[in-house]
Nanobody, 116 residues
Framework: QVQLVESGGGLVQPGGSLRLSCTVSGTGRDFVYTMGWYRQAPGEERELVAAIASGGGTVYVDSVKGRFTISRDNAKFAVYLQMNSLKPDDTAVYYC?????????WGRGTQVTVSS
């Protein structure tokens, strides 16, 4: 059974930084999926903000380019999101998952709140 566990969220002031972590289990011996970080703000649809291929290639949504950095550690079945220069619009629950979606399940996410 696949499990995704996100952590690292919290309350931060505008301009601050957070580093999110995601660990994946139950996928077998290899961690070869393209992984993404998604976010869902209240009343909004879940959106992909960044993705990273197993070889390290990355893509970002325009609103986070230059501020967020996605990375991964295949040996640890882990994915990270370094978020800098945070804005109130970044407030959301953040989730990790494959891109495109293949697991059929989501983790609980981690809440990021950017507020003064």
């Amino acid at each position: 059974q696949v499990q995704l566990v996100e952590s690292g969220g919290g309350l931060v002031q505008p301009g601050g930084s957070l580093r999110l972590s995601c660990t994946v289990s139950g996928t077998g011996r290899d961690f070869v999926y393209t992984m993404g970080w998604y976010r869902q703000a209240p009343g909004e649809e879940r959106e992909l903000v960044a993705a990273i291929a197993s070889g390290g290639g990355t893509v970002y949504v325009d609103s986070v380019k230059g501020r967020f950095t996605i990375s991964r550690d295949n040996a640890k079945f882990a994915v990270y999101l370094q978020m800098n220069s945070l804005k109130p619009d970044d407030t959301a629950v953040y989730y990790c998952n494959t891109h495109p979606l293949v697991f059929g399940t989501w983790g609980r996410g981690t809440q990021v709140t950017v507020s003064s």
